[in-house]
């Protein structure tokens, strides 16, 4: 399991990455990167499942406007600090005793998602200004 764990570590640059990507709306970008990964995380079987969904997940929801979604909503309304201790909380999960692989990736990618778009939101707040701005402006 650790051994897993520690290998999918090493792609929290490609999450932090897409989420860049996703967080600016270059979609076109992500949907490229995602095919890659995709390939890339076949081997780690449920693992890499979860892993990969939860950043599919991220992409999707921004692609759609789901205006309900986790990250949406997560993206549009919480602080840094906020979504730091989401990361957190989730980090912890990752280790409880009655989780199935599938659960671990998935929670270990949003950890490194929610990481980034905290530092994100605390680089460039008023990015996410000028996109509602743009949104009601084209209504």
């Known amino acids: ?26 979609l076109v970008r992500a949907e490229q990167e995602l095919l890659q990964l995709k390939n890339k995380l076949e081997k780690f079987g449920e693992i890499g499942n979860g892993f990969f969904n939860a950043i599919k ?3 999707i929801a921004m692609k759609e406007k789901d205006k309900i979604a986790f990250f ?9 600090e906020k979504i730091r201790e989401l990361a957190n909380n989730f980090k ?12 671990r990736g998935y929670l270990l990618c949003w950890e490194i ?3 980034t778009l905290s530092e994100l939101k605390e680089q460039y707040p008023e990015y996410l200004l000028r996109e509602e701005n743009t949104e009601s402006t084209s209504k």
Do not use: C, H, W
């Open 1 to 26: 399991m650790y051994n897993d764990y520690d290998q999918l570590r090493k792609f929290s640059s490609e999450i932090s990455q897409l989420v860049k990507y996703i967080y600016f709306n270059n």
């Open 92 to 103: 912890n999960e990752i280790f409880r005793s009655t989780i199935d692989d599938y659960e």
């Open 57 to 59: 997940g991220a992409y």
């Open 113 to 115: 998602i929610l990481r």
């Open 72 to 80: 949406t909503r997560v993206y549009r309304y919480e602080s840094p």
